[in-house]
């Protein structure tokens, strides 16, 4: 039997992507060889890779003008290519969360970083807010959810410098306007297959102005140019993506989606809210991520953490113990993660506070 899988990434997939994968490991639709064998360049694979890029467009409605790069090194290669790629003098950062606060190291090799407005001194409790972005920097740097604390930036940020988004963790959870993005970023391991590859959507026109010369290999120029065939890619994960981005596409899209994610973390807010012996940590109620629910137990109940965790268990309920550096529990809620995994974890809570 399945369990309910809420980890935080790698993390669950959705049964249709598992089965594909697994039928295309053995034999790619007939061929006689397996797309773990085929050639980086052979037609099977251009049908897969532009496939991907159709439907990535199509479902999160990307406009004209951008390129979807599939590439290795993850998420966190990118908070180097950025900096290496387009910071001249000086870029923005919203740090609020420890993927932020990562991100702002790296760039930080390559120019000056101006951090807008921070909620470490609250442990990451909440999306800083109000803060101004500077006219003169040559970026503005966004974590749309901090997969860590639990919170999520949900609007788009209107500036009037071009917007890089690290979406890792909510990519394609809900609709965005892509068309205020310079670039949208994150590893694909979250929501949308497995670990290997990171997706990279990005801007046409913001090619070509940086003064540096960079290696090709970290230049997006490069990836541009060759459709991101300019090495080998991790074809076998794109592959996998392909089929989340089908199954996504099957049950309605974005916005279907979107209305069950809505649903699903409803469902175990209100227990959260409910229950005596849970608290959510995250301070602003409007930032609590749909994808990532943290929750603590209250203070009185904290010898019960560890019980809790194995009582979970005992139901199948995997991956739900906190980041470190907030403890008490995190229950990631991606798009594949079935509603009734919810309910199962919302009954065992109540379970649970009824026998302490
Ligand atoms: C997981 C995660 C990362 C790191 O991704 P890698 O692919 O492991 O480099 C970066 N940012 C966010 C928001 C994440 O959730």
Aim: glycine share 6%.
């Amino acid at each position: 039997m399945r369990k309910h899988n809420f980890n935080p990434g790698p993390s669950v997939l959705p049964e249709y992507t598992l089965e594909q994968t697994s039928k295309a490991v053995l034999d790619l639709n007939g061929i006689g060889m397996s797309i773990l064998e085929i050639s980086h360049r052979s037609k099977e694979f251009e049908g897969i890779l532009s496939e991907t890029q159709e439907l990535f467009k199509e479902l999160l409605d990307i406009p004209s003008g951008y390129t979807i790069l599939f590439l290795g090194g993850g998420a966190s290669l990118q908070f180097a290519m950025i900096p290496y790629n387009f910071l001249n003098t000086k870029a923005a950062y919203l740090n609020s969360g420890a993927w932020a606060s990562k991100a702002m190291k790296e760039a930080k090799f390559f120019g000056e970083v101006i951090e807008v407005a921070s909620s470490k001194a609250d442990n990451y409790t909440y999306i800083p807010k109000n803060y101004t972005v500077p006219d003169d920097v040559d970026y503005f740097h966004i974590t749309t959810n901090n997969t860590i604390y639990g919170t999520e930036l949900k609007t788009d940020p209107t500036v009037k410098v071009p917007l890089f988004a690290d979406a890792s963790s909510d990519i394609l959870s809900r609709p965005m306007d892509v068309s205020k993005y310079g670039i949208i970023y994150g590893g694909a391991q979250k929501n949308l297959g497995p670990a290997g590859v990171a997706f990279v959507i990005i801007k046409n026109d913001l090619l070509g102005n940086i003064k540096r010369s960079i290696p090709a290999m970290l230049d997006y120029r490069t990836h541009v140019e060759n459709n991101s065939l300019y090495n080998t890619p991790p074809v076998f994960a794109i592959f996998a993506c392909l089929q989340t981005l089908k199954w996504l596409k099957s049950l309605g899209g974005v916005q279907a989606i979107y209305k069950k994610n809505v649903e699903k973390a409803q469902i175990l807010y209100d227990e959260i809210d409910r229950n005596k012996l849970f608290r959510c940590p995250v301070r602003d109620v409007e930032d609590r991520s749909l994808m990532n629910v943290c929750f603590v137990m209250n203070d009185e109940y904290k010898d019960l953490e560890a019980p809790f965790l194995e009582f979970a268990k005992s139901k199948g309920i995997v991956g739900i113990k906190g980041h470190r550096s907030v403890g008490g529990f995190r229950a990631s809620i991606y798009n594949a993660l079935p509603k009734e995994s919810v309910i199962t974890l919302v009954e065992a809570m109540k379970e649970f506070e009824a026998k302490n």
